[in-house]
C-alpha cells in the first residue's frame, strides 16, 4: 500500500514548494503520492491513475531507477562509479554504464556553454567546505586545489563508455546536475509504465508531464528564499516542463554577518555571490538543474547574458531581494491565491 504519511514542515528540504489544486471531475482517475529519502534528500513523485496497484507498482518502478543512479553517481559511495573515476584520476580511464557517460557528457556541455560557472570537477573545492560544521576554509588551502578544478581536463572513450580525469587530485562532483537527470528518467519510468501524469521532486529539481485529474496543469511554487519553507514568491503552471532552483538558503552558515552557501564559484573556490535564487524552466530536468547552478555562479550581469543567449525562462533574485522574471516566463505565474 501507498504511503500517505505527510512530512512535518520542519523536514522539509524542497527548495520549490509542490503545490496540488483541485479535485478530481473524473472519479476513475486520482493523484497518488509518495516519497522516499534518497539522492541525500527527500524525493517525491505524484502520478495520475485510476488505479492504487498501478500507481504503486509505477512509483516503485521509478524509485528504483532513482535508487540505481544514485548508487552510480554518489561521491559518498565510494563504490560508485562516480568514486571510481575520482580513485582513478591521473591513472586510469573507468568504464562506467550509459547513464553515467550520458550525465557527464551533458555535465561538461554546460560547462562549455556556461564559461565554466558550471564545473563538474569542482569536487577538490567542494571537499573543503563542511555546511553542517561550519567550516569555512582557509584561502590557502581553496587556492591550492583551484588548479585541479578545470572541466576541460575530463576525457571520454566513446569506444567503451570510459571516462578519465586527466590529473591526480581531481574529483568529479554532480551534485549540481544529478538530481535533474534523475528527474527526467524516473519521469521516463513512469511514462513506459503507463503514468499519463505525474510530478518527480528530487528536492529542487521538479520536472511535470500531463495534466492534474481536472485537466488543470500542475502548480508549482517558487520558494522565497529569506522566509520559510512555505512562502512563495511565485506560483507556476506548468505542463510537461520541469523546474529547478539554486539559492543561498539550504546549505549555509553565517559568521560575521557573511553568508557562506553551497554554490561555489569554480574560479574561486568561494560561494557565489549576487544572487539569493535562480530557477530555471525547461523541457528536461537536467538542463534546469546545471543551468540554474550556472546562471547564479555567473551573478546578475553574466547570468542575464546567459538566460539571454540561451532564451531560458528564468526567475531570479538579485541579493537585495529584487526580482527579474523573462518575458517568456511570465505567461506560466498565475495569481497567488488560486
Same mark, same amino acid.
Given at each position: 500500500?501507498?504511503?500517505?504519511?505527510?512530512?512535518?514542515?520542519?523536514?522539509?528540504? =524542497?527548495?520549490? *514548494?509542490?503545490? $496540488?489544486?483541485?479535485?478530481?471531475?473524473?472519479?476513475?482517475?486520482?493523484?497518488?503520492?509518495? =516519497?522516499? &529519502?534518497?539522492?541525500?534528500?527527500?524525493?517525491?513523485?505524484?502520478?495520475?491513475?485510476? #488505479?492504487?496497484?498501478?500507481?504503486?507498482?509505477?512509483?516503485?518502478?521509478?524509485?528504483?531507477?532513482?535508487?540505481?543512479?544514485?548508487?552510480?553517481?554518489?561521491?559518498?559511495?565510494?563504490?560508485?562509479? $562516480?568514486?571510481? $573515476?575520482?580513485?582513478?584520476?591521473?591513472?586510469?580511464?573507468?568504464?562506467?554504464?550509459?547513464?553515467?557517460?550520458?550525465?557527464?557528457?551533458?555535465?561538461?556541455?554546460?560547462?562549455?556553454?556556461?564559461?565554466?560557472?558550471?564545473?563538474?570537477?569542482?569536487?577538490?573545492?567542494?571537499?573543503?567546505?563542511?555546511?553542517?560544521?561550519?567550516?569555512?576554509?582557509?584561502?590557502?588551502?581553496?587556492?591550492?586545489?583551484? #588548479?585541479? *578544478?578545470?572541466?576541460?581536463?575530463?576525457?571520454?572513450?566513446?569506444?567503451?563508455?570510459?571516462? !578519465?580525469? !586527466?590529473?591526480?587530485?581531481?574529483?568529479?562532483?554532480?551534485?549540481?546536475?544529478?538530481?535533474?537527470?534523475?528527474?527526467?528518467?524516473?519521469?521516463?519510468?513512469?511514462?513506459?509504465?503507463? &503514468?499519463?501524469?505525474?510530478?518527480?521532486?528530487?528536492?529542487?529539481? &521538479?520536472?511535470?508531464?500531463?495534466?492534474?485529474?481536472?485537466?488543470?496543469?500542475?502548480?508549482?511554487?517558487?520558494?522565497?528564499?529569506?522566509?520559510?519553507?512555505?512562502?512563495?514568491?511565485?506560483?507556476?503552471?506548468?505542463?510537461?516542463?520541469?523546474?529547478?532552483? #539554486?539559492?543561498?538558503?539550504?546549505?549555509?552558515? &553565517?559568521?560575521?554577518?557573511?553568508?557562506?552557501?553551497?554554490?561555489?564559484?569554480?574560479?574561486?573556490?568561494?560561494?557565489?555571490?549576487?544572487?539569493?535564487?535562480?530557477?530555471?524552466?525547461?523541457?528536461?530536468?537536467?538542463?534546469?538543474?546545471?543551468?540554474?547552478?550556472?546562471?547564479?555562479?555567473?551573478?546578475?550581469?553574466?547570468?542575464?547574458?546567459?538566460?539571454?543567449?540561451?532564451?531560458?525562462?528564468?526567475?531570479?533574485?538579485?541579493?537585495?531581494?529584487?526580482?527579474?522574471?523573462?518575458?517568456?516566463?511570465?505567461?506560466?505565474?498565475?495569481?497567488?491565491?488560486?
Amino acid at each position: 500500500m501507498l504511503n500517505f504519511t505527510l512530512l512535518k514542515k520542519s523536514h522539509i528540504l =524542497f527548495l520549490l *514548494v509542490i503545490l $496540488i489544486y483541485g479535485c478530481s471531475h473524473e472519479p476513475q482517475l486520482k493523484v497518488y503520492k509518495k =516519497f522516499r &529519502i534518497v539522492m541525500d534528500t527527500v524525493v517525491t513523485i505524484t502520478v495520475v491513475s485510476p #488505479s492504487e496497484k498501478d500507481a504503486e507498482t509505477a512509483i516503485n518502478a521509478a524509485f528504483s531507477v532513482i535508487e540505481r543512479l544514485d548508487k552510480s553517481l554518489s561521491v559518498f559511495s565510494p563504490d560508485s562509479e $562516480i568514486s571510481k $573515476i575520482n580513485k582513478s584520476a591521473g591513472v586510469d580511464f573507468v568504464k562506467v554504464s550509459e547513464d553515467t557517460y550520458q550525465l557527464i557528457n551533458a555535465a561538461i556541455k554546460i560547462a562549455q556553454v556556461s564559461d565554466g560557472a558550471f564545473d563538474p570537477t569542482i569536487g577538490p573545492i567542494v571537499n573543503l567546505w563542511d555546511f553542517v560544521k561550519k567550516v569555512k576554509p582557509h584561502p590557502d588551502k581553496i587556492r591550492d586545489r583551484l #588548479s585541479l *578544478v578545470n572541466y576541460k581536463d575530463v576525457l571520454f572513450d566513446d569506444s567503451d563508455m570510459s571516462v !578519465k580525469l !586527466k590529473n591526480k587530485g581531481m574529483a568529479l562532483d554532480l551534485g549540481g546536475i544529478a538530481k535533474g537527470f534523475a528527474a527526467d528518467k524516473a519521469v521516463l519510468s513512469l511514462k513506459t509504465s503507463g &503514468i499519463k501524469a505525474g510530478i518527480v521532486a528530487c528536492a529542487g529539481d &521538479i520536472k511535470v508531464f500531463g495534466k492534474k485529474p481536472d485537466m488543470k496543469n500542475w502548480l508549482v511554487g517558487i520558494r522565497s528564499p529569506r522566509g520559510k519553507p512555505e512562502d512563495l514568491n511565485a506560483v507556476l503552471s506548468l505542463n510537461d516542463l520541469a523546474v529547478s532552483t #539554486s539559492g543561498d538558503y539550504e546549505r549555509y552558515f &553565517i559568521i560575521n554577518d557573511i553568508r557562506y552557501h553551497h554554490l561555489l564559484d569554480p574560479k574561486t573556490g568561494s560561494p557565489a555571490i549576487g544572487f539569493q535564487s535562480v530557477s530555471i524552466v525547461n523541457t528536461q530536468g537536467v538542463n534546469t538543474d546545471s543551468l540554474s547552478t550556472a546562471v547564479f555562479v555567473l551573478g546578475p550581469q553574466k547570468g542575464l547574458e546567459l538566460v539571454n543567449k540561451m532564451k531560458l525562462m528564468a526567475y531570479m533574485v538579485y541579493s537585495d531581494g529584487s526580482v527579474y522574471v523573462t518575458d517568456n516566463l511570465k505567461e506560466l505565474i498565475v495569481p497567488m491565491d488560486k
